[in-house]
């Protein structure tokens, strides 16, 4: 299941806007519903006061008129034929009980519906009696009509309480309930358009609220500290935008001026580190040339028969050394600065051919896929490519070994040529992977370590690649891509 917050702040602002929508909805929905079943109730409740107040009115105008004593007794005397005339006209249910809780009256005509004579319950009498109004309210439903009954005494002329009344209204509430269910439903369609309004305008909002922050987010990913970095530029975005692209610009402006210094930096302990190896590699030779000197200072004797033989031996000697220094500050200047390039259309297959007759390894095999791969490129750069390659692959052999073996492959595709020199050597050591291609490094007791970096900014100038694979004790395979034009 994926995490919230691992989803995009865009998706996660759209959802929060759907889920407070809906929120919103059902809550006021659920409000809706209780604050009009409360409406209801309490509209029920006040008609059914009114009706009781009308109603209890009534008796008392009854009993102050009447003929008959004022006592429980005549109760149902006095409200023979009135109990009728007064339910209809206040469209409820009347029974007039003793004090006792026995019935002595009720409006339920005997021929129509026979009036249970079931006294009042204790519980009634006693909340009667106990409550600070002397008033009780039941109520109850049955098969969806509501029942309520109210419960109050009946008093003469002198506030003496003679007998108990019972008011029951019956209340159907089926024209309420499709009443509110015509309401709900046209609230219900109101809140559908709001929903569908609601997801699009939280779509278009999300997406105007993280459009800049995906430009930021851009423009971030592409900052580079080896190229110039564009800065920020937005219109009508709120404060917290502006902050953020005002410090992206700052880190750029400082980004700047950091690449500056360690480009001169870098220049400064590049000159140091070749200023140092250029020492060392002179003074090799400048040992040598040393002690010749002292030694033919010491043993120098004009008359010595051999000394002709002893002075050309001598001579030899300090050209040899000479040499050598001659060909350190060729490498050095080679590497400093490359010959420019003088491309030509060439049949790479026969110029890789050409390179590889200079080596006499019975063991190196050149399997070319293709008779002809024409390129424009430096017929010179692109033998000492092959040639370097190769060279240091004939000196990862391993010493003895029985089966020797470097293949050379040439082949391309729709717009590369591709050169693969692959050995069977010693291979190289993990440590060492990483420092392949720097100046200087070497793992041989000889040579100045320039030859990869040197092919290597050779290929670069074409805009190719070069990359190897290598597993110690195995061997190791380079592969060079250089463009066709």
């Known amino acids: 299941m994926i995490s919230f917050t691992r989803i995009s702040l865009r998706i996660r602002i759209f959802l929060s806007m759907i889920l407070l929508v809906l929120l919103m909805s059902i809550l006021t929905v659920l409000v809706t519903r209780g604050q009009y079943n409360e409406h209801t109730k309490d509209y029920h409740d006040k008609r059914f006061s009114r009706k ?28 023979q034929d009135r109990i009728y005339e007064i339910a209809r006209i206040h469209k409820l249910t009347i029974s007039i009980y003793d004090m006792q809780g026995n019935l002595l009256k009720s409006s339920i005509p005997y021929n129509f519906d026979r009036a249970e004579e079931v006294p009042l319950s204790k519980e009634i009498l006693s909340d009667l009696a106990n409550n600070s109004n002397h008033r009780k309210i039941k109520g109850y439903t049955e098969k969806g009509i509501t029942h309520q009954s109210s419960y109050t005494y009946i008093e003469d002329l002198r506030f003496k309480r003679i007998g108990i009344l019972e008011l029951r209204i019956n209340q159907n509430n089926n024209e309420q309930k499709i009443e509110l269910r015509q309401f709900m439903s046209r609230l219900y369609a109101i809140y559908i358009l709001m929903l569908v309004l609601g997801i699009i305008l939280a779509y278009f909002l999300s997406s105007y609220i993280t459009r800049s922050i995906q430009t930021i987010s851009e423009k971030i990913k592409e900052t580079r500290l080896n190229k110039r970095n564009e800065k920020i530029t937005l219109k009508s975005t709120s404060s917290e935008i502006n902050s953020l692209v005002k410090s992206y610009n700052n880190m750029i402006d400082q980004l700047e001026e950091s690449a500056v210094k360690l480009a001169k930096s ?25 002690l010749s000197v002292q030694s033919f200072e010491r043993k120098f004797d004009p008359n010595d028969p051999e000394i002709k033989e ?6 030899q000697t300090l050209i040899q050394q000479i040499d050598v220094m001659s060909s350190i500050a060729s490498a050095f200047s080679d590497f400093a600065k490359m010959p420019k390039q003088k491309r030509e259309k060439l049949d790479v297959i026969e110029v890789v051919k050409h390179a590889l007759d200079i080596f006499t390894e019975s063991y ?36 003895n070994d029985l089966n020797p073996k470097i293949e050379v492959k040439v082949t391309s595709d729709s717009s590369n040529i591709i050169i693969i020199v692959s050995d069977n050597g010693i291979g190289i050591k993990d440590k060492n992977k ?31 690649s070069i990359h190897f694979s290598s597993t110690e004790g195995v061997g190791s395979v380079f592969t060079v891509t250089l463009p066709k034009t």
């Open 434 to 464: 990483d420092f392949v291609f720097e100046p200087k490094f070497t793992t041989k007791t000889s040579g100045m370590g320039l030859g990869l970096p040197m092919i290597k900014k050779i290929i670069e100038t074409y805009d190719g």
């Open 52 to 79: 009781e107040n009308a109603t209890k009115q009534s008796i008392k105008i009854d009993l102050f008129k009447t003929s008959f004593a004022v006592t429980t007794e005549n109760l149902s005397k006095i409200f």
């Open 266 to 290: 870098e220049r400064e302990q590049a000159w140091k580190e070749m200023a140092k190896q250029v020492a060392h590699e002179i003074k090799n030779p400048l040992t040598p040339m040393r």
């Open 364 to 399: 190196i095999n050149y399997l070319p896929e293709e008779k002809e791969i024409y390129a424009y490129l430096d017929k010179t750069q692109l033998i000492r490519i092959v040639t370097n390659l190769v060279k240091n692959a004939t000196q990862a052999m391993k010493k």
């Open 310 to 315: 002893k002075l050309t031996e001598y001579s």
